[in-house]
């Protein structure tokens, strides 16, 4: 399984809260560059980093000073990227030729508490907008071109109003801010967001209706949801990092329960994500300083296992029919293999574009593995 | 004491008048900071006058150490990977030989990690304070120096105990100038026109690198006379001693005593009459001291000097032979050098052999915690169940303790302080302890690290305490939901029954729930109170209320009241919700079950009126009052209740 895999581990000097690849020019060219983020530094800062081609480790380009963590970064278009800062403000930066990056704008503490500002905790964007949560429990949509955020939506964290339907003798019905964190947002499709909190509920999102909840997601036991993923292709399919270290694969299609839950880490999941390009493997990251490479591929029907090289340029074609459902996966059958040795402190973050993924760690290092096996 | 002095004998004065030539108070902190301020008694007696009007301010006092450089701290995150690996493999035991390849091998990942260090020290950070970074550059050369020589002398030895070898390799990496310089001449058309062509060939000599003397010599216009094809022969032919050569060490001094033999010869022959370039070497070889000495600017220290006078007169030293010819070195360079240096001192104990001096020394000149701290723990390693090294255990606790004590100090690096105080007994543990429970939870994020680092540890009062302040947090901020998450965390019977009570009387003042979705899937985290267990069961009613089993819902309710788990504040409440209950056509309440309601509207009227006759002005009067009015509505309604249960049970009966 290790053969072509290589790694290498680049110490730089601050606790990397999250990395990001840079989306690729083309399909035919894998992209070479990626961003990341500091946090719990005196001054942190976001840095665009460069991976030669040979095995060398990454190059720092440029880093511009970041006000708070960076606790989530997402690039919206190619050249953009907006950055989530523990302070409750989202920024929104530019690479620009030459490799510089630039800061264009800011929406100031659109996550607070009553008495202070809230860390916002996720980013999502579909390309147009972006949808930022924190720790308020507050869902913002923003308009990269506007001044204002589009819309806020309260309560996300499942903390939601209760109006006493029983109780006719004593009924109020006012909005409040319950205020559960909510750790992580992502799109599901152009105008659903699925956000998952402290507590443990999904919640899907439409942004388009007056009465946004589509529905409730409960996880057992209020396992906290720390990260989300959508399946690239299957957009119904989504994979839920925990609280207790275990993945949890949902088919919104089917709200009452997930369809299967598997452990692996020994302690809470930082981050959670598909491989873009073969759905079929998924990678986590975890507080307890493990990597992992969940390989559900074997579990494909036999006409999606035969062995093909993997090229970015073309569908996958596991993308028609998912392993993730499978009775298979269903029962834990799937490949989990360590990617890197354990690291002594958490993993915070992961990325992956093509064959390789970088990570990065409270270990002040970012990670790079190449020829990550996908076949 | 009004100035603050650091690590160094450097001082400097606060710059605030008010403290000027005061006595002021210090509290010192957990870690490397100390809070100065004025002191309050003596501001009141005699700085009335003076300081009215005056700010009295705190000043936190931080020590700030290189290791704090970006550069630093690349070298602390990455050597806790290497400790915590060599704590592994030594705790899983293994004699002696087993543990020695890894020590070497641990030995040389801090050494290489060093060097790393010291190479990117140089390359980057150019806009860095020249001197600052010089320095930096000083201190990692001088660590790497000395941990290369306590791996040879100590932990890398060699069978038979035979050192010098390791000791000449070790001066050549540590010198490298001659070598640099040799390539530099043969690049040149004709070396031997070299500036220091000869001093070069001295160098080279003086460090046992022969091959390259003989390169050297081979460029020399008068290459193939006599003289120099002798000498030649005799650079060729000079043994060296190979631990696993084959030859034993008696074999080797006879083989070694041969070979001076014939240098000696051939000097009194007069080989070398008609080049005195040569007949230096040659004097060299033969081990003449004066000659050596003579030349003992070429190796720049006392230390080199040792190493290339016993390679030409005891090539089989030993590791006691070293404290004589160290003494003897230093003696020698003593008229050039005028003192000998903190470095100088750190060399001559590690080749006396005192460990316990090394150690001493490192931490009194390095000024950082991190290479005695790591070197002990090497050391304690190697001399693993050794009688005469038993202080090493304590010291190494201590030092690994104060050098995570350091670490956590520092606002980013506490997680790998507390990696270290793993490793240093229950000093360390309960040190850990604190040091997680006191960091400032700034965010959830944090906060889940340090419940996950305290999880690991099984530190649960520490889980507890970092979740109970989140709750707390919570709730101040009025977010009840996120408290009541925290609070089941922390497993906190009272917090989490405050909680409770919040949220039904929230509920009892305006009638919803703070985050309905937590309550109804609360399981058995609701056993931890009272309170949340009604609370959870509650909801549990309004859930069946809904799905209109009103059956179960009315059981439910009927036993929630006769469990006397409500608080009484929420009597009214159960008691008007029991009401579409009681006027269901169907009766869903028995008879038995509908004393126990008017048993309690009983003792509920009973004790509203004589809150009312005592005229408390209370918060929940209001309600008192509402209640009141709805009291008649349910007297009634259990009346018929009664009426038509008993019609029921009857029925049924018969």
Request: glycine content about 8%.
């Amino acid at each position: 399984m290790t053969g072509g895999r290589v790694s290498s581990k680049k110490y730089v000097g601050s606790k990397v809260s999250i990395v990001r690849w840079r989306p690729a020019a083309s399909h035919y060219t894998p992209t070479d560059t990626f961003v990341s983020g500091t946090w719990d530094d005196g001054e942190n800062e976001v840095c665009v980093w460069r991976v030669p081609e040979c095995d060398d480790d990454p190059n720092l380009q440029h880093h511009l000073t970041h006000q708070g963590n960076v606790n989530d970064i997402q690039y919206v278009t190619r050249d953009t990227f907006a950055t989530a800062s523990s302070t409750g403000s989202v920024h929104l930066y530019q690479h620009n030729v030459g490799g510089h990056l630039e800061h264009k704008t800011s929406w100031k503490q659109i996550h607070s508490f009553r008495t202070s500002h809230a860390p916002c905790t996720g980013l999502t964007s579909n390309g147009d907008q972006i949808a930022s949560v924190g720790e308020d429990g507050k869902l913002v949509i923003i308009n990269p071109g506007q001044e204002r955020p589009v819309r806020t939506m309260e309560s996300v964290g499942g903390c939601s109003v209760y109006t006493g339907g029983v109780l006719s003798c004593i009924s109020c019905v006012t909005e409040s801010v319950g205020g559960c964190s909510v750790y992580t947002a992502v799109y599901v499709r152009a105008n659903e967001i699925l956000t998952g909190s402290l507590q443990g509920y999904l919640r899907l999102w439409d942004i388009r209706a007056p009465q946004p909840t589509k529905a409730t997601l409960h996880s057992l036991d209020q396992v906290g949801v720390y990260d989300l993923a959508v399946h690239p292709t299957q957009q119904h399919l989504v994979a839920a990092g925990g609280e207790d270290g275990a993945l949890a694969i949902w088919d919104l299609r089917n709200t009452t329960q997930p369809f299967t839950i598997i452990a692996a880490h020994n302690g809470p999941m930082s981050e959670v994500s598909f491989h873009p390009g073969a759905p079929d493997h998924l990678f986590t990251g975890g507080l307890d300083g493990q990597l992992l490479h969940w390989d559900a591929s074997a579990s494909a029907t036999p006409t999606h296992s035969h062995i093909t090289p993997y090229t970015p340029t073309r569908q996958h074609q596991g993308g028609s029919v998912t392993v993730w459902v499978s009775s298979a996966v269903c029962n834990g059958c799937v490949d989990t293999t360590s990617i890197i040795p354990p690291s002594p402190l958490p993993i915070n973050s992961l990325d992956i574009d093509g064959t390789t993924l970088i990570a990065a760690s409270d270990n002040e290092a970012i990670y790079t593995v190449r020829q990550v096996m996908l076949y | 004491m009004d100035s603050v002095s650091r690590g160094t004998e450097e001082k400097w004065a606060l710059p605030d008048p008010v403290l000027l030539g005061r006595m002021h108070g210090v509290v010192s902190s957990l870690c490397n900071s100390l809070v100065v301020f004025p002191h309050r008694h003596r501001l009141h007696q005699e700085g009335s006058q003076l300081e009215r009007g005056r700010e009295v301010r705190l000043y936190q006092v931080e020590s700030f150490s290189w290791l704090w450089g970006r550069q630093a701290r690349k070298l602390i995150n990455e050597s806790v990977g290497t400790f915590l690996s060599l704590q592994k493999i030594m705790q899983e035991g293994g004699g002696a030989e087993e543990r020695k390849p890894t020590l070497v091998k641990k030995c040389r990942e801090y050494r290489s990690m060093i060097q790393a260090s010291m190479e990117e020290s140089i390359i980057f950070e150019p806009e860095e304070v020249e001197s600052d970074l010089h320095a930096y550059g000083q201190v990692l050369y001088k660590m790497e120096l000395i941990l290369s020589l306590l791996e040879i002398l100590f932990i890398d030895t060699k069978p038979g105990g035979l050192v010098l070898n390791q000791l000449v390799v070790w001066v050549r990496s540590h010198f490298p100038t001659n070598h640099e310089k040799k390539s530099e001449a043969l690049e040149s058309d004709h070396p031997h026109q070299h500036p220091s062509y000869w001093e070069i060939i001295y160098g080279l000599v003086l460090q046992g690198s022969l091959d390259d003397v003989r390169q050297m010599l081979s460029h020399h216009p008068r290459a193939d006379t006599d003289p120099f094809l002798s000498m030649d022969e005799l650079l060729r032919k000079m043994p060296f001693y190979q631990v696993y050569g084959g030859v034993s060490a008696a074999e080797f001094t006879v083989r070694w005593q041969h070979w001076q033999g014939e240098c000696e010869r051939r000097l009194e022959e007069g080989h070398f009459a008609t080049c005195p370039k040569l007949l230096t070497i040659c004097k060299i070889l033969c081990g003449d001291l004066d000659t050596i000495g003579s030349l003992w600017d070429l190796t720049d220290t006392w230390y080199h000097l040792m190493v290339s006078t016993l390679l030409y007169t005891n090539p089989t030293a030993k590791l006691f032979h070293l404290a004589g010819a160290a003494q003897d070195a230093i003696e020698h360079t003593r008229g050039n050098h005028s003192a000998i240096t903190p470095l100088d001192r750190i060399l001559l104990a590690a080749m006396e052999a005192d460990t316990h001096q090394v150690i001493k020394e490192c931490q009194q000149v390095l000024d950082n915690p991190w290479f005695t701290t790591h070197l002990t723990d090497l050391l304690y390693h190697t001399f693993y169940q050794q009688a005469e090294f038993k202080f090493l255990g304590d010291l190494r606790e201590t030092l690994i303790l104060e050098y995570s004590e350091v670490l956590s100090g520092h606002r980013s690096l506490w997680q790998v302080g507390v990696l270290y105080l793993d490793h240093c007994g229950t000093s360390g543990v309960a040190m850990a302890q604190v040091v997680l429970e006191r960091r400032p939870l700034t965010s959830d994020a944090v906060a889940h690290k340090v419940v996950q680092m305290a999880r690991d540890r099984k530190f649960d009062n520490v889980v507890m305490s970092v979740c109970r302040v989140m709750g707390r947090r919570a709730l101040d901020l009025d977010r009840l939901g996120s408290a009541i998450w925290w609070g089941v965390r922390s497993r906190d019977a009272a917090f989490t029954s405050h909680i409770a009570h919040k949220i039904l009387q929230r509920y009892v003042e305006d009638g919803k729930f703070e985050s309905s979705p937590l309550l109804d899937q609360l399981g058995p985290a609701m056993l931890l109170s009272d309170t949340l267990t009604f609370l959870g069961k509650y909801r549990e009613f309004h859930m069946l209320y809904q799905d209109g089993k009103y059956q179960e819902a009315a059981t439910l309710l009927v036993s929630l009241i006769s469990s006397k788990l409500a608080p009484e504040y929420f009597w009214p409440v159960l008691l008007l919700d029991a009401l579409p209950l009681l006027k269901c056509p169907k009766p869903v309440i028995t008879s038995e079950q509908t004393y126990e309601l008017m048993y309690l509207l009983n003792n509920l009227h009973t004790a509203t009126t004589t809150n009312k006759e005592k005229q408390n002005g209370t918060a929940t009067e209001a309600g008192q009052e509402a209640f009141l009015e709805k009291e008649r509505d349910i007297r009634l309604a259990l009346t018929n209740n009664l009426a038509k249960a008993i019609i029921k049970e009857g029925t049924v009966e018969s």
